[in-house]
């Protein structure tokens, strides 16, 4: 039997694309390696928050529009979008071939046919680690974003975070809250106010027609590299000023690492000056919005997230000396796509793709970032690209029925 669709992935990417396709009437399946939403499951630490709040999220169902859900909430919410799915949990796709007017996917339960595919196998789930972390002396327990759950999970002693976006940040004020000595290794990331001119910012911006913006019409193509802006959960503003002044010794980015020996470049001032640089830029664009609608909005205030940082962030350290038992690598993720091919991916291992289409006919992607609109890797954007998909599908079926 070959189905219409077959959808790799159920995390939210795919479950979205699953309702569209039921929507537009499309035969379909979602193959789930493991478990519905199971990044979320294991690879995210037990306090987490999303940072944007309910009326960003309306895909998870019914809520405050200005909560803000928890790691569980979020999971409850996934298995709910599941069970009302066509999802067959525990089957891996490994591998993919052409057949006569549709395609052979390879799986851990055997071969699937379908006439189209929409890939949703997520672009962010393979944690990245640098090389040099196998330098660091064997008493150094070492921990990524996605294997880190709590403070007391860690030895007793101080931690050295690497990478400050957004689970680099969140990470060291919990850890800071917890009375651990925290070393943040610093990045540039942009970020935002919570609250700006009565409002909060988020409010603004998708007012404002932020989250709409396309890759195609960027001032600066370079924006569709850039890690998200910082916000903390809740509302609240975020930056390396406010984690400075917490307790945070800052540095610049860990360049090397010999046993006990750690060295940093001097990028601290200019990463502080990058966020503060992001959020001007934010403010910019919504004080033209309030400009061109005529809205009546208070005058900006001041932020305590851009109070500048005293002292100097050192440039080398010793993990001993300093105290450091552990190391957290918040250094993003990638994806896996090699079971697409060489023919479909390019030598990154990233796949080919024009918008959300592959150049091979009848495959989508969805999930990943910047694929139709800035929001295309999150909430919000999930729903809009997947009705995108799905009257593509419905159209290519069309086409080739005949």
């Known amino acids: 039997m070959v189905i219409e669709c077959a959808v790799i992935g159920a995390g ?7 309702v569209s396709l039921s929507g537009f009437g499309i035969e379909h399946v979602v193959l789930e390696r493991a478990r519905p939403g199971e990044t979320w499951r294991t690879q995210r630490w037990d306090s987490l928050h999303l940072n944007n709040p309910g009326f960003m999220n309306t895909m998870l169902g019914e809520q405050d529009p200005d909560t803000y859900l928890t790691r569980l909430d979020v999971v409850q919410r996934l298995e709910t979008l599941a069970s009302k799915a066509p999802v067959i949990t525990g089957t891996a796709v490994i591998g993919l071939s052409r057949l006569s007017g549709w395609w052979l996917l390879h799986t851990s339960d055997g071969p699937v046919e379908a006439r189209t595919i929409v890939v949703a196998s997520g672009g962010e789930n393979v944690p990245r680690v640098p090389a040099l972390a196998s330098r660091l002396p064997d008493r150094i327990v070492q921990r990524h974003a996605a294997t880190y759950r709590n403070p007391g999970a860690l030895p007793d002693g101080g931690v050295l975070v690497v990478g400050s976006a957004q689970s680099g940040t969140q990470i060291t004020q919990e850890l800071l809250a917890a009375g651990r000595p925290v070393w943040l290794a610093t990045s540039p990331v942009g970020r935002v106010w919570a609250e700006y001119r009565g409002r909060n910012i988020l409010r603004w911006l998708d007012e404002a027609g932020f989250f709409e913006d396309r890759p195609e019409n960027l001032p600066d193509p370079r924006a569709i590299l850039a890690v998200p802006a910082l916000l903390a959960p809740g509302g609240h503003s ?74 100097d962030p050192p440039r080398q350290l010793r993990l001993s000396s300093a105290g450091i ?69 419905r159209a290519y079926l069309g086409a080739t029925s005949h």
């Not at 495959?363 to 609109?373: D, P």
């Open 12 to 18: 939210p990417a795919g479950l979205a694309a699953s």
């Open 238 to 311: 975020m930056s390396l000023q406010l984690l400075a002044q917490a307790g945070a010794t800052l540095t610049g980015r860990l360049v090397a690492a010999d046993g006990e020996a750690l060295a940093f470049d001097d990028s601290t001032a200019a990463n502080v000056a990058y966020g503060d640089g992001a959020a001007a830029t934010i403010r910019t664009r919504i004080d033209a919005h309030i400009r061109t609608h005529h809205i009546g909005a208070p005058a900006a205030g001041s932020e305590a997230a851009e109070q500048p940082i005293e002292g």
């Open 325 to 393: 038992a552990s190391v957290v690598w918040c250094m993003g993720y990638t994806g896996s796509f090699r079971w697409l091919g060489d023919d479909l991916t390019d030598a990154n291992g990233a796949p080919l793709r024009r918008g959300t289409a592959s150049p091979a006919p009848g495959i989508w992607f969805i999930g990943l970032r910047w694929l139709v609109r800035r929001t295309s890797g999150n909430f919000i954007g999930f729903p809009k690209d997947a009705d995108l998909i799905a009257d593509s599908v």
